[in-house]
């Protein structure tokens, strides 16, 4: 940006939106001496990235090789041959695409890595499958914590987090035991140590998303990026079969910037806007994500506009919630994944049937949730547990006891019953059924096995539960009253479909041909994971792979070549 506020008139890359993969792309423009513009809509940089856990699925990472954990292109593409397969409808998750972003993704992180981006492997997160070649160790990597007050006056355009707490994300999966588990109890004294040094040396160490785009954001800079807020991107301009350059602004009175080497979308998805939302995925509604405000999908339809293919548009990353008094105007709404799967509780619909395993991933639950929904009303669904559950384990983002806000009751968001009849009465949901249902549970407790869903047979299944509590992690009994009930919605943290991009991040035209000059990538796009997520990350890592392809090929194709992805 020049010192009079005013943005040049043209780049060599320029990039619309500045969620994942945005800044990555960038740094490898600037690397090659390129110039490149981020335009970003909103007054904040970082995306729903930002406001996430900020994790990334990276097959054969660095990380996992120095820690001596087996992983290959060979596994993690028969893990995705296996959870993904073949799919004529889902050709954004080609077989070519998914074998590019197994090849690319560990070369991504290490040009991050080279860039000065820190980062760490978690020590334990399983892909969420219990298929061939599934990695239990698991493939995620998070940022290490960031001080914010580095950014200097752009700190203050970094778009906050969820967590307040200097807390490495493994360390605030344990906060929920600090009542049981003296290792807890440990954890947290670590983290009230580095919250009180932080406060006497002026530090703001953040973590997740906001940690990752923060250092994202402080690379970029270093490195001469142009960041541009509040600059909205209204046109693709076409000229001669090739996109040359966006308008910003109003169509008609708005700033014409060149791109002489491409253009990448990265302008995020469609959760946000209910008219795309019933027109593609009827039934959810855009009160119910917890992207920013900002993934309204224009862009997508802007490449509509000017040719672009799209697919996948039915597809969204669910993620089961709970709409608690006072928690609709929240950005982030209360994800009840960790909540549902623990043991003493069970998820049904509301003639009183369960229909789901409930230590799913948040992904596949909440597709179950909307499938069930067209044989029977599941929304809302209802969490059914009892007087052991609240006891123990954290609700809707409460501590563990049975004290809770008076608004819950009040506002009929937290039901109660001395039985489960009375249960049944206070949710409207058949007693009879109810009660049968929570039988058919408590028997499979008793044996041991999950026989309808096999609850807690996988070790994602098992590592998602509570470790502290035997024989099983996730299978409980529920037994003791009183007895409780709160509703569930299927909610998201995005959508997977939209612009369909080819194996260099090109965007496709409705004749399959590549739209010169247009590049995309994130939730703007048909994501390369098909309907599903195979791990933690499983959008957010293809987010800066496919930028980091993106960046190259526009470079390759300068100097005359093609991009240097190699599939494995």
């Known amino acids: 940006m020049d010192g009079d506020g005013t943005l040049d008139q043209g780049f060599d890359f320029v990039i619309v939106g500045s969620g994942a993969g945005s800044m990555c792309a960038a740094l490898q423009m600037r690397a090659a001496g390129k110039t490149v513009a981020i335009l970003e809509k909103t007054a904040l940089v970082g995306g729903t990235t930002a406001v996430s856990g900020g994790v990334m699925w990276i097959p054969g990472n660095c990380f996992m090789k120095s820690a001596g954990i087996a992983d290959s292109a060979e596994l993690a593409n028969a893990y995705l041959d296996a959870v993904i397969g073949e799919r004529p409808d889902m050709p954004g998750a080609s077989r070519e695409r998914r074998q590019t972003y197994v090849a690319e993704a560990p070369k991504m992180l290490d040009f991050l890595i080279s860039q ?10 399983p892909d969420y499958y219990d298929a061939p070649g599934a990695s239990v160790p698991g493939r995620a990597v998070v940022s290490e914590l960031f ?34 588990s003296g290792a807890a109890k440990k954890v947290l004294a670590r983290i009230l140590g580095r919250a009180i040094a932080d406060r006497f040396t002026g530090r703001q160490r953040k973590t997740a998303g906001e940690a990752l785009q923060g250092q994202m954001l402080q690379a970029a800079l270093k490195a001469g990026v142009e960041i541009r807020l509040e600059a909205g991107v209204s046109q693709l301009v076409v000229e001669d079969g090739r996109v040359t350059a966006v308008v910003v602004g109003s169509q008609g009175a708005g700033q014409r910037i060149d791109a002489r080497l491409g253009v990448l979308i990265n302008a995020g998805g469609f959760a946000r806007n209910q008219r795309m939302l019933d027109r593609h995925i009827p039934g959810t509604s855009a009160a119910w994500s917890s992207c920013i405000e900002a993934d309204t999908g224009e862009m997508i339809e802007e490449g509509q506009r000017i040719g672009a293919a799209t697919a996948q548009m039915a597809e969204r990353i669910g993620m089961q919630i709970a709409l608690s008094p006072g928690s609709s105007d929240k ?18 619909d509301q003639t009183g049937v369960r229909y789901a395993r409930e230590s799913s991933s948040h992904p596949e639950f909440t597709e179950r949730m909307m499938e069930r929904n067209r044989l029977a009303p599941a929304l809302p669904s209802w969490m059914i547990f009892d007087s052991q559950y609240l006891r123990k384990y954290m609700l809707a983002g409460t501590m563990p006891g049975a004290k809770k806000p008076k608004s819950w009751a009040a506002e009929k968001f937290l039901r109660s019953g001395d039985t489960l009849d009375a249960l049944a009465t206070a949710c409207g949901i058949p007693a009879q059924q109810l009660g049968e249902t929570v039988a058919r549970f408590n028997g499979f407790v008793r044996q041991g096995r999950d026989e309808d869903f096999r609850r807690g047979d996988s070790a994602y299944d098992r590592w998602v539960g509570d470790p502290l509590h035997a024989p099983s992690s996730t299978l409980g009994s529920i037994e003791e009253a009183p007895f409780y009930a709160i509703p569930l919605y299927p909610g998201d943290v995005g959508t997977f479909g939209g612009l369909l991009t080819d194996e260099h991040a090109r965007v496709l035209g409705t004749d399959g041909v590549a739209i010169a000059g247009l590049y995309a990538t994130g939730t703007a796009t048909a994501s390369v994971m098909g309907g599903v997520e195979p791990g933690p990350g499983g959008s957010i890592g293809p987010a800066f792979t496919w930028a980091y392809i993106a ?14 992805v190699t599939p494995g």
Request: hydrophobic content about 40%; cysteine-free; glycine content about 6%.
């Open 116 to 125: 000065g981006i820190r980062l760490r492997r978690m020590p334990s997160w």
């Open 147 to 180: 001080d914010i007050k580095q950014l200097g006056s752009w700190k203050a355009r970094l778009r906050p987090g969820f967590l307040p707490l200097p807390a490495n994300l493994d360390e605030a999966m344990q906060l929920p035991w600090i009542k049981r």
């Open 331 to 348: 950005q982030v709404k209360t994800a009840m994944q960790n909540d549902i799967n623990k043991p003493h509780a069970i998820v049904v």
């Open 551 to 564: 960046a190259r090929h526009a470079l390759g194709r300068q100097q005359g070549t093609t991009a240097a």
